[in-house]
Nanobody, 124 residues
Framework: QVQLVESGGGLVQAGGSLRLSCAAS????????VGWFRQTPGKERKFVVG????????SYTDSVKGRFTISRDNAKNAVYLQMNSLKPEDTAVYYC?????????????????WGQGTQVTVSS
């Protein structure tokens, strides 16, 4: 099975940018659909964006459209999340997750493998 490790989180001012990385090991990430999720204290984990195996299909939650960009580099066994124009409401722990590709929407994929998360804090 695949192991996932996120990195790139940190503290940034509103309007700033961060790039999160999700590095895979144990199995090639190209075998999986990959999603980014985020969670704030006391709230459920929410889907942010997903990308299919080939990278030609992506799906963003409305609140990040036009600001966040997901990409994958299967040769480097990694997936990235470029976050621009960050807002305080983007503050959360961000998780990457991997699942098997099906025929439905990326948000509906069963993501079986999860990283440990990376904290993103956006100050106003």
């Amino acid at each position: 099975q695949v192991q996932l490790v996120e990195s790139g989180g940190g503290l940034v001012q509103a309007g700033g940018s961060l790039r999160l990385s999700c590095a895979a090991s144990g199995r090639t990430i190209s075998d999986y659909v990959v999603g980014w999720f985020r969670q704030t204290p006391g709230k459920e984990r929410k889907f942010v964006v997903g990308i299919n195996r080939s990278g030609n299909t992506v799906s963003y939650t409305d609140s990040v459209k036009g600001r966040f960009t997901i990409s994958r580099d299967n040769a480097k066994n990694a997936v990235y999340l470029q976050m621009n124009s960050l807002k305080p409401e983007d503050t959360a722990v961000y998780y990457c997750a991997a699942g098997w590709e099906g025929y439905g929407r990326l948000i509906d994929v069963t993501y079986d493998y999860w990283g440990q998360g990376t904290q993103v804090t956006v100050s106003s």
